[in-house]
């Protein structure tokens, strides 16, 4: 029985660790600034993107069959644009660490915007193509959609990337030490 939806360990294993640090951070009294917002901004789409993709995989693996496939498909694009803004606030994060100037932080939340409703937009108007092999329980999905999610994350892990060589130079941001190891 535990054998058929083999499918969805991973998915498991992410809830619950998402949820473990999810309760760990939020049970704490934390300081209020820029930094620890996006961070908890993270969790909390962590935690969401892991009670999503447990909820998807496992209604894929109960209920998928022609007449739900529209419905699986329009999820995946959510699920798709849950990473898209996931790795946006990554990305401003990782430029909160680095420049402490609210007018550059201003510049990076605009991009992030604009880039992220670009991205979104592009996922839902590309096809999305859905595979189930009932036989050995798995489910995937790729299309342009994917594409778009992929060409996204590496955008922006680029940019991340960037502005890590820039500030490579800048040792005196001692927070920001981590990033030179990425």
């Avoid at 991973?10 to 930094?35: D, Q, T, W």
């Avoid at 962590?46 to 995989?57: K, P, V």
């Avoid at 778009?148 to 490579?168: D, E, K, P, Q």
Wanted: glycine share 2%.
């Amino acid at each position: 029985m535990l054998h058929e939806y083999s499918n969805l360990y991973f998915p498991v294993c992410s809830l619950i660790v998402s949820l473990l640090i999810f309760v760990l951070y939020f049970s704490k009294k934390n300081i209020k600034n820029s930094e620890t917002k996006l961070y908890s901004t993270l969790l909390k789409l962590t935690l969401l993107e892991a009670i999503f993709t447990f909820s998807l995989t496992l209604s894929v693996h109960l209920f998928f069959n022609e007449s739900t496939t529209l419905y699986f498909a329009i999820a995946n694009k959510i699920l798709y644009s849950i990473y898209i803004i996931w790795i946006s606030i990554l990305f401003l994060y990782f430029s909160n660490l680095s420049y402490e100037d609210k007018g550059q932080m201003k510049i990076f939340k605009s991009i992030t915007i604009i880039l992220d409703t670009i991205l979104i937009f592009l996922i839902f108007l590309m096809p999305i193509e859905l595979v189930y092999l009932r036989s050995e329980k798995i489910s995937n999905s790729y299309g342009a959609a994917s594409i778009i999610l992929y060409i996204g994350c590496a955008l922006y892990i680029f940019l991340m990337s960037v502005i890590t060589l820039i500030n490579y130079k800048d040792s005196s941001n001692k927070k920001s030490m981590f990033l030179y190891f990425y």
